[in-house]
């Protein structure tokens, strides 16, 4: 199970910075003035956004239908009135007022059933304190939900109430100065009590059946782990009884009758010695999850106007023109997903209490004596709980407001005499790539891939470049797998909660940092015909041998990650494994026997990410997914979604429900990479030393050529 993860941290490198620029974010509400010397520094700011809507339909992409109906059969007034004058005073000899309400109010409110959100968000942005004219520089950005972000959700929903209306108030005036209350009632009686869930019961001697219209809210609240908000809730609408007792009673006349009361003269005593119910029900259950991005537009100050999407990198180059400052606009909306997965569920338990009694004596003189005892013993024993998905669609929630943050940043004048001729101000404004010689340990040999416990997705990525052309530091690697190819039950399921959609990879100065996305949550799914009632992800295994994967693991060149502790991996402590065999746990999962077998039922929208799903990478008549033995070498750490926004991932990149996420030292696949030291006795000869300087020259000239298994 993942260790409990520390809140999102939004001051990242703010301790570095001068305290007046901090306060200067911080007092300036969304206009933001950076100040600086003439040396630029990197600048992370960050701002608190917040987007507001209501009443949304919780179905669709709109407003929330509705039906209101409002009818008061009646009437009401309100007048005043005076007679003749009082000498001297002038004032009325009688002045009266009346006003009043009386008749039938009935109300009616039907709705589709609504959403309503609001969301703070935590946007940081990564910027120079000072730019140059004619400069290029880039943004970086990524942000966060608040822990205060929710919303609320209401399925349809009913209303229906009417009421008896009496309100009267009236008083008198006698020679302006004597006020007589004469009546002030405001009174309503419901002719019956309001209905919100109209409800339906009837039985008879051997069990009922009761059922109203179901309605279900709930409350989304962000996620311990991802960047989402999530709810659910459920409601039992329906339920049928049946007495087993009763009927035991009934069909078997031997058996005496299970409960009764006995009197004899002051003395009562009653019993219920076996009570037992079949209990049936259905229950509407709701699960939604809001996801999102946000996107906009950045405004300079020269009227030019660039698309901004939070998460990705945006380039700006500054105006030759632009004078001592650049301002800059930023307009920013929420793109928000709502996915609602609507289910039916039907049950039945059996309920069973025994040994229930009570006396009574009454006693001439002094209070009644009772003693209730039992029931001696009751359990309910489930006997089963079936959903059947009814509704299942993510859609754009519409409504939300637009936000607007203004900064500036100081230019800096380039200087006639700089030095350094043509390239004398190279620096780039935040592009931390390095040069193409610098040294990585992902290469197009790397082949990173991962199945569920039930093969009914997988992916596959190559983590590098080729010579030449190598993969640089600090660059996400997104490998997309269909959206559209995961299987469930037996038969093409897409966006089932098996569902893979992207692995994306980044290797930085001292680590990997991986990202699975998809529908399946790092605690698996619940499923009845695996054997522990658990389907998970499989292990991820790693493989920088250029062989496929069987020859990889047969020559001990196979590497692994075993990242959550509930699957069926033949390894318990999470973390980086070298000198793995694996194994398959498609059988106690309910899943594919082989590769070939869910190749075949997928078809066409089969797809394996940078490989195709008839690889030759794979053996297809297997389905190797986990780790049977290895040998541990170091540990993982997981990531959140702040650390993510912060390494630059895009969020929006794949869709999916859940993000897995986690890094682990590069050196232990560096050393994979290190060349075996040759000795050389002291005694060599020169021939030997030039034999030797040859084979180095050869061997550093020979470019190893990518392998063939994404062709």
């Known amino acids: 199970m993942v260790d409990p993860l520390h809140a999102p941290n939004f001051s990242r490198n703010m301790t570095t910075l001068p305290i007046i620029k901090r306060l200067l974010f911080a007092t300036t509400g969304v206009t933001v003035a950076l100040v600086s010397a003439n040396t630029a520094e990197a600048l992370t700011l960050t701002k608190q956004l917040q987007f507001n809507t209501s009443n949304q339909s919780i179905w669709d992409n709109g407003d929330a239908l509705g039906f209101v109906y409002d009818n008061f059969l009646g009437t009401d007034w309100s007048r005043s009135g005076s007679f003749g004058t009082v000498p001297v005073t002038n004032k009325p000899i009688l002045e009266a007022n009346t006003s009043g309400k009386v008749g039938l109010q009935t109300n009616i409110r039907l709705t589709s059933g609504t959403v309503s959100a609001a969301i703070p968000i935590n946007l940081f942005l990564d910027l120079p304190d000072v730019v140059n004219s004619g400069e290029t520089f880039t943004i970086k950005s990524g942000f966060t939900f608040d822990s205060q972000a929710s919303f609320q959700t209401i399925s349809p929903d009913v209303l229906l109430e009417s009421k008896f209306i009496f309100n009267q108030k009236a008083e008198a005036t006698l020679m ?14 419901n002719l019956f009590d309001p209905v919100t869930t109209p409800e339906l019961s009837f039985g008879g001697d051997f069990g009922s059946i009761n059922m109203h219209v179901p309605k279900v809210e709930t409350q989304g609240a962000k996620d311990s782990i991802f960047n989402q908000l999530v709810s659910q809730g459920e409601n039992e ?22 409960g009764g009361s006995i009197k004899q003269g002051n003395f009562d005593f009653s019993y219920d010695l076996l009570d037992a119910k079949l209990e049936a029900y259905l229950k509407l259950q709701q699960a939604f999850s809001l996801t999102g991005g946000l996107s906009g537009s950045l405004n300079l100050g020269n009227g030019l106007s660039v698309p901004f999407t939070v998460g990705s990198d945006v380039s700006v180059t500054v105006p030759e023109d632009v004078g001592s400052s650049l301002e800059l606009d930023l307009n920013l909306g929420l793109d928000a997903n709502l996915r609602n997965l609507t289910s039916l569920a039907i049950g039945s338990s059996l309920n069973v209490a025994a040994g229930k009694f009570s006396a009574n004596v009454s006693l001439p003189f002094e209070n ?26 993510q859609f754009s929630l519409a409504g939300f407001n637009q936000q607007a943050l203004d900064f500036t940043i100081p230019v800096s004048k380039k200087s006639d005499d700089s030095s350094g001729g ?35 997705d997988g992916i596959a990525a190559i983590l590098g470049g080729d010579p030449g052309d190598p993969y640089l530091l600090n660059t996400w690697n997104d490998v997309a797998d269909s959206f559209a190819d995961s299987t469930d039950n037996a038969s093409l399921d897409p966006g089932s909660v098996y569902e893979m959609t992207g692995l994306s990879t980044k290797e930085t100065a001292d680590s990997i940092l991986m990202v699975l996305r998809g529908n399946l949550p790092l605690t698996g799914t619940s499923e009845l015909r695996a054997t522990d009632g658990n389907v998970n992800w499989g292990d991820l295994f790693i493989n920088q041998s250029g062989l496929d994967f069987n020859s990889a693991m047969q020559k001990g060149e196979l590497s692994a990650i075993h990242f959550t502790e509930n699957n069926n991996s033949g390894v318990s402590e999470v973390g980086f494994y070298n000198n793995v065999i694996a194994k398959s746990v498609t059988a106690e999962n309910y899943g594919w026997p082989s590769l070939q077998a869910y190749n075949n039922v997928v078809g066409a929208n089969s797809s394996l990410g940078d490989l195709p799903s008839d690889t030759s990478y794979f053996a297809q008549t297997g389905s190797l997914n986990e780790i049977e033995s290895g040998k541990f070498i170091t540990g993982i750490t997981y990531l959140t979604d702040s650390d993510l926004a912060s390494a630059g991932y895009d969020f929006n990149k794949f869709p999916g429900s859940q993000i897995v996420a986690f890094k682990f030292d590069k050196s232990v696949l560096a050393k994979s990479r290190e060349p075996k030291k040759v000795s050389t006795p002291e005694s060599s000869t020169t021939f030997s030393l030039i034999l030797m300087g040859l084979f180095l020259v050869f061997s550093k000239c020979v470019r190893p050529q990518k392998n063939n298994f994404h062709q």
């Open 176 to 189: 302006g100065d004597y006020k007589l209350p004469l009546i002030d009632v405001s009174s309503e009686r």
């Open 237 to 258: 609408f329906l339920t049928a009884a049946l007495d087993l007792d009763k009927l035991a009673t009934t069909i078997f006349p031997e058996i005496p009758p299970l």
């Open 368 to 393: 009644s004596l009772t003693a209730d005892l039992g029931p001696l013993f009751q359990d309910s024993f489930p006997l089963f709980e079936q959903p059947a998905t009814i509704f299942d669609k």
């Open 422 to 456: 043509e390239n004398g101000n190279q620096s780039g404004g935040g592009n931390d790539q390095p040069s193409n010689g610098t040294e990585t340990v992902l290469d197009s040999k790397t082949i990173a891939s991962i199945f569920t416990e039930c093969l009914n």
